[in-house]
């Protein structure tokens, strides 16, 4: 079984316990939005990831570091999930843990994600066009739109929902003339 199956494994019973823990108090939304901004910090310190994964630093260590970063900052109920992770040895897997949560939360709400890569900033009317276009496409309540900038395509867009690419780019247009030509 390899590494990436084995923490898929034992995030998902996390999670699960995780929003059925949360639907009972009545703290979904503020979890999810919570655990979201927790995975940003995660994504973007790399010293943070580094100190949760590794195993010789102590816990009282890793709880310490943890509060200092979010005690003010998100809901108690969350606090306390990420010290219980921390006491059972399993806040390495919180990347993981966080992640399955959001696929889970999502697939409740029927929210779909979708990723935009663009060489340029898209406008609120633009993103919101894409949006509605996107629900229709997926038959989908809503649609979470994770942007990113790739100034590769040139120009234009694509679209990842799943494992299905939309390729409106520049790039994507060069590429597939070039291939045209070569074959003729």
């Not at 901004?37 to 709880?63: A, C, F, H, W, Y």
């Not at 999930?81 to 409740?108: G, M």
């Not at 679209?159 to 780019?169: F, Q, W």
């Amino acid at each position: 079984m390899s590494n990436q199956n084995f923490k898929e494994k034992i995030a998902v019973p996390y999670a699960e316990a995780l929003i059925d823990h949360a639907q009972s108090l009545n703290l979904l939304t503020e979890s999810t939005k919570d655990l979201s901004s927790i995975l940003t910090v995660i994504s973007e310190s790399r010293d943070l990831q580094i100190l949760l994964q590794n195993p010789l630093i102590n816990g009282v260590i890793k709880k310490e570091i943890l509060k200092q970063l979010f005690e003010n900052q998100v809901n108690t109920f969350v606090m306390n999930f990420l010290l219980v992770l921390v006491d059972r040895r399993r806040i390495s897997l919180l990347h993981n843990i966080i992640q399955k949560y959001l696929e889970l939360i999502y697939a409740l709400e029927s929210t779909t994600i979708a990723e935009l890569y663009s060489a340029i900033d898209m406008t609120e009317i633009q993103q919101e066009n894409l949006m509605q276009k996107i629900k229709s496409m997926t038959n989908s309540n809503q649609v979470k739109l994770v942007i990113r900038k790739d100034t590769e395509l040139i120009g234009g867009f694509v679209i990842k929902i799943g494992s299905k690419i939309i390729d409106a780019s520049l790039a994507g247009k060069l590429k597939r003339i070039s291939l045209y030509l070569n074959t003729n």
